[in-house]
């Protein structure tokens, strides 16, 4: 059975006031047997969307290659923006080698209620996908369960929205589950409404233009 570390340590700069939360990298991340086009840094694969949605939305003329000078980039706009990452999952096993979510078995997870408590400014989680099992919201759930924590609905419309208050000082802190930006997710995109209407008015619009918009507000 596969043993799928997650590869990178949560990166969070000290001005982080928002915190982007997935899951997994692909496996080839954990073997370091990277494609050409995959950048060797947290949502570097070369077939995943937040990167070029996040070019898109700021501009950042992004490099997507294998080199110190896109991980850089990224490193360089993420402090500059006070933005962090930290996944949910530092370890789970597999019996396919694949990156889907629902495969993980044996997951063991890293303490984001104990990541919050250490970065006072963080007041925003950004999720990288929604409550569906083994997602990144899902996964949090469970951890806030340890802590007798629950979160709050804000709103139930996609992308749902919620608060929890933190133990330690009372703190209150939102989470945003936004459309995972993945070509897995593009079924789920095709269904909503709010996207059947943007494409009946802008037929040339793709699933990456409807995430950017729906990402916009909240980087």
């Keep these: 059975m596969f043993h799928h570390i997650h590869p990178y340590p949560p990166f969070i700069p000290e001005s982080a006031t928002k915190l982007i939360v997935g899951t997994l990298p692909p496996p080839r991340f954990t073997t370091g047997e990277l494609k050409e086009g995959d950048v060797d840094f947290c949502y570097g694969s070369r077939d995943g969307q937040l990167w070029p949605i996040l ?7 992004l490099k997507f290659e294998t080199t110190a000078e896109a991980i850089e980039q990224r490193e360089h706009f993420l402090i500059k923006r006070g933005i962090g990452i930290c996944d949910m999952v530092a370890s789970a096993r597999r019996e396919k080698v694949d990156a ?7 997951v063991e997870l890293r303490d984001l209620v104990a990541v919050l408590q250490q970065n006072h400014k963080i007041d925003t989680l950004l999720f990288t996908g929604g409550n569906s099992k083994n997602g990144p919201e899902y996964f949090f ?6 802590y007798n924590i629950s979160l709050k ?4 419309k996609v992308p749902r929205i919620h608060t929890l208050q933190l ?12 459309i995972a930006p993945s070509g897995a997710a593009n079924r789920a995109v095709g269904t ?13 619009k793709t699933t990456i233009d409807f995430r950017v918009a729906q990402y916009r507000p909240f980087f």
């Design 55 to 61: 070019d898109m939305i700021f501009g950042l003329d």
């Design 100 to 106: 889907s979510d629902i495969g993980m078995l044996e």
């Design 141 to 146: 759930r469970r951890k806030l369960k340890e």
């Design 153 to 156: 609905l804000v709103s139930n």
């Design 167 to 178: 133990p330690d000082n009372g703190r209150i802190v939102k989470t945003v589950s936004l």
């Design 192 to 204: 909503l409404l709010d996207y059947k209407k943007m494409k009946d008015k802008f037929p040339e």
